[in-house]
């Protein structure tokens, strides 16, 4: 076999099994409609009860806890939001592992409820300090 078809066949073959790996913007962006999707239909239902609502820790910092927390309402279709909110935190861990991102350490506090505001959820918090 020729040098040249033999280096034409093994650039051939090593095209076709390389992957294509995502540039960090096409990560990032991936991310950030995964987020927006999450945050619209958290938002789909008007907040009038609180006892409907309820709290999850989303994404994931590379130093390890949640990345922030969102309120979704229980009469939404909470198995597929939940399973969605995974897919998202297993996203970012994947991403924070790809691309080498460091945190800080500190803890994001949890709240302890929702309130209603104008239609929409609001986190409460105790006051921790007493």
Avoid: H
């Avoid at 033999?6 to 650039?11: A, K, R």
């Amino acid at each position: 076999m020729k040098p040249l078809t033999l280096i034409f066949i093994c650039t051939f073959f090593i095209s076709i099994s390389c992957k294509k790996e995502s540039s960090r913007k096409e990560d990032e962006r991936r991310l950030s409609t995964m987020f927006a999707e999450l945050q619209q239909l958290s938002e789909s239902v008007i907040c009038n009860n609180a006892d409907d609502w309820r709290v999850i820790g989303i994404g994931a910092k590379a130093c390890g806890g949640v990345m922030s927390f969102i309120a979704y309402s229980s009469k939404i279709d909470t198995i597929s939001f939940l399973s969605k909110a995974e897919k998202y935190t297993s996203a970012t861990v994947e991403f924070n592992k790809k691309w080498g991102i460091i945190s800080d350490c500190s803890l994001i506090v949890a709240p302890d409820g929702v309130i209603c505001e104008d239609g929409k959820p609001k986190f409460k918090y105790k006051d921790r300090f007493n």
